[in-house]
């Protein structure tokens, strides 16, 4: 199984900063197999990221993906109030072939 | 415009079975894989499975592929998740969520609103 470990757990930043949020694979993982979901409170998780570094349609350029190998990053630059959600990286290949990370909880001040 | 419409939220005994069913609109059924996804209260998100509605090959997680069965009705353009021998600890949001077929990746790029199953004695 490939577990995806992110960080930090919880990420707290003003409007206006800049957030970065990590996520590491056990083992090497194919850039066109990672994506990153945002979920809001009560919602269900929305596409963000896709092939590592590809925005979902209607996803403002403010969000954006970067990483090979074992190490990814999500990147959302000028945080706004409604980017208050859990992030989620996942990919996808070995057995169980779908594994999620344990998610990172942005909060904005 | 897509859309992934489950049923209704459900409260069963340990022990019993559930079958969530999730409809979709807006696409052709065919083109995509169904998959199923949960998230215990407070916890990160669990995949279940997923089902290919042309040929009907399944795959499904290691750790639930003795208790879980998908399913689809293609001329409903329907899919089914039924879960056995519940417990407690299968009290979860069940998400469906879709996937092109015919990619070499799998990316949820559409999900239903969830089912909340609640098992309780």
């Known amino acids: 199984e490939i577990v995806l470990t992110q960080f930090p757990d919880t990420l707290s930043l003003s409007p206006g900063e800049r957030a970065t949020l990590s996520c590491r694979a056990s083992?090497?993982?194919?850039?066109?197999?990672l994506a990153w979901y945002q979920q809001k409170p009560g919602q269900a998780p929305r596409l963000l990221i896709y092939?590592?570094?590809s925005r979902a349609t209607g996803i403002p350029d403010r969000f954006s993906g970067s990483g090979s190998g074992t190490d990814f990053t999500l990147t959302i630059s000028r945080l706004e109030p409604e980017d208050l959600a859990v992030y989620y990286c996942q990919q996808y290949g070995g057995s169980p072939p779908i594994t999620f990370g344990q998610g990172t909880r942005l909060e904005i001040k | 415009q897509v859309h992934l419409v489950q049923s209704g939220s459900e409260l069963k005994k340990p022990g019993a079975s559930v079958k969530i069913s999730c409809k979709a609109a807006g696409y052709i059924f065919t083109r995509y894989a169904m998959n199923w996804v949960r998230q215990a209260p407070g916890q990160g998100l669990e995949w279940m499975g997923r089902?290919?509605?042309?040929?009907?090959?399944?795959k499904y997680s290691p750790k639930l592929q003795a208790r879980v069965t998908i399913t689809r009705d293609t001329s409903a353009s329907t899919a089914y998740m039924e879960l056995n021998s519940l417990r407690s600890e299968d009290t979860a949001l069940y998400f469906c969520?879709?996937?092109?077929?015919?990619?070499?990746?799998?990316?949820?790029?559409?999900w239903g609103q969830g089912t909340l199953v609640t098992v309780s004695s």
């Open positions: 089902i290919d509605p042309v040929n009907g090959d399944i």
């Open positions: 969520a879709r996937d092109v077929l015919g990619d070499s990746t799998v990316i949820f790029d559409s």
């Open positions: 083992q090497s993982v194919s850039t066109y197999s």
């Open positions: 092939g590592a570094s």
